[in-house]
C-alpha cells in the first residue's frame, strides 16, 4: 500500500497536539484525523480512536506492521514539518509587512 497523499489539516501552536493530518493511501483511501503529538521534545503521531463506555480509547484504524507504521510516522511528520515551515514564513512576512506599514515614532522637534 501506497502512501500517495498527505495533507496537514490543522497547525496548534499551544499544547502538545500539533497538528491534525489526512493520509490517502493509492489514491483510493484516506484516512483522517491521524494527530501529531510533541512530548518529551519528540514527535509522534496517534491514528484515530474512539472514546469507549469506560473511558478508555481503541484505535478505530491502525498499522499492523512496525515497518509500516515507521514509514506512515515519516511521511506525517515530514508533511507536518514542512507545513510548520510554511506557516512560520508565512508568519514572520507577515509580521515585517506589518512593521514596515506603521509609521515611523516621531521625533520631539527641538
Same mark, same amino acid.
Given at each position: 500500500?501506497?502512501?500517495?497523499?498527505?495533507?496537514?489539516?490543522?497547525?496548534?501552536? /499551544?499544547?502538545?497536539?500539533?497538528?491534525?493530518?489526512?493520509?490517502?493511501?493509492?489514491?483510493?483511501?484516506?484516512? %483522517?484525523?491521524?494527530?501529531?503529538?510533541?512530548?518529551?521534545?519528540? %514527535?509522534?503521531?496517534?491514528?484515530?480512536?474512539?472514546?469507549?463506555?469506560?473511558?478508555?480509547?481503541?484505535?478505530?484504524? %491502525?498499522?499492523?506492521?512496525?515497518?509500516?507504521?515507521?514509514?506512515?510516522?515519516?511521511?506525517?511528520?515530514?508533511?507536518? /514539518?514542512?507545513?510548520?515551515?510554511?506557516?512560520?514564513?508565512?508568519?514572520?512576512?507577515?509580521?515585517?509587512?506589518?512593521?514596515?506599514?506603521?509609521?515611523?515614532?516621531?521625533?520631539?522637534?527641538?
Amino acid at each position: 500500500m501506497l502512501i500517495t497523499d498527505v495533507k496537514v489539516r490543522k497547525l496548534f501552536d /499551544e499544547g502538545p497536539m500539533k497538528a491534525i493530518v489526512s493520509v490517502t493511501f493509492d489514491s483510493q483511501l484516506a484516512l %483522517h484525523d491521524i494527530k501529531v503529538i510533541n512530548a518529551r521534545d519528540k %514527535h509522534f503521531i496517534v491514528m484515530p480512536s474512539r472514546k469507549n463506555p469506560d473511558g478508555t480509547y481503541r484505535d478505530i484504524v %491502525h498499522p499492523i506492521s512496525a515497518d509500516f507504521r515507521a514509514e506512515l510516522e515519516r511521511a506525517v511528520l515530514r508533511a507536518y /514539518e514542512e507545513e510548520a515551515a510554511r506557516a512560520a514564513a508565512a508568519a514572520f512576512e507577515e509580521n515585517c509587512a506589518e512593521a514596515q506599514e506603521e509609521p515611523a515614532p516621531e521625533t520631539p522637534a527641538e
